[in-house]
Every structure is written in C-alpha cells, then in structure tokens.
C-alpha cells in the first residue's frame, strides 16, 4: 500500500514562493511517474506537472517557468517549487502518483492574496 502526505501549503502574496513535498511511503518509488494537480473552487482538477521515473518533466502551460517539480527517490520525495504565485494559482494541490494504479494525496491549501 502506497500512502503520500503532502505539506507545506500556506497563505502567500501575489508574486511570492512556497515550497510543496510530497513524501511517499512503499517500494515502489522510483519506479513509479509523480506529479501534482491542483483544484479551485468549482472548477476541475487539473494537472500542473508531472515527472516521470528517469525525471522527463511535464507542466501545464499556465505554470511553465515559474512552477518546477522535482523528485529524490532516496527520500522518497516530489517537490514542486512555486515562484511568482498570481492569485488563480490558488487551489487545493493534490500529490499523485503512478505506480500501476493511481494514488493521491489528501491534498493540501495554497492561497495566493493579491
């Protein structure tokens, strides 16, 4: 069984940065594609990037250049870098992974304030 815990969502200002983890527990880790999505209110989950096991990197269009996800198998985390948050980046960001099957985190709040 395959559980991920994400952290560090917050309350930042328009153009600022946070940091979110995703930590992973199972062996299954490097073998499997991770990414984030994200969810507004009353809108779809949508994808934001993805990573896949020898580290090809996927983003939305509305994220390119100012979102980067990253991976360490060895501490069984994915990252994903926010920079220059605007105020439509706020959502719920959920974890997600591949390994057979999908799994999801349980999601966590970022709020972007302008």
């Known amino acids: 069984q395959v559980q991920l815990v994400e952290s560090g969502g917050g309350l930042v200002q328009v153009g600022g940065s946070l940091r979110l983890s995703c930590a992973a527990s199972?062996?299954?880790?490097?073998?499997?594609?991770w990414g984030w999505y994200r969810q507004a209110p009353e809108k779809q989950r949508e994808l934001v990037a993805t990573i896949s096991p020898i580290n090809n990197t996927n983003y939305a269009d509305s994220v390119k250049g100012r979102f980067t996800i990253s991976r360490d198998n060895a501490k069984k985390t994915v990252d994903l870098q926010m920079n220059s948050l605007k105020p439509e980046d706020t959502a719920v960001y959920y974890c997600?992974?591949?390994?057979?099957?999908?799994?999801w985190g349980q999601g966590t709040q970022v709020t972007v304030s302008s």
């Open positions: 997600w992974a591949y390994m057979g099957r999908v799994y």
């Open positions: 199972g062996n299954l880790f490097g073998l499997g594609a």
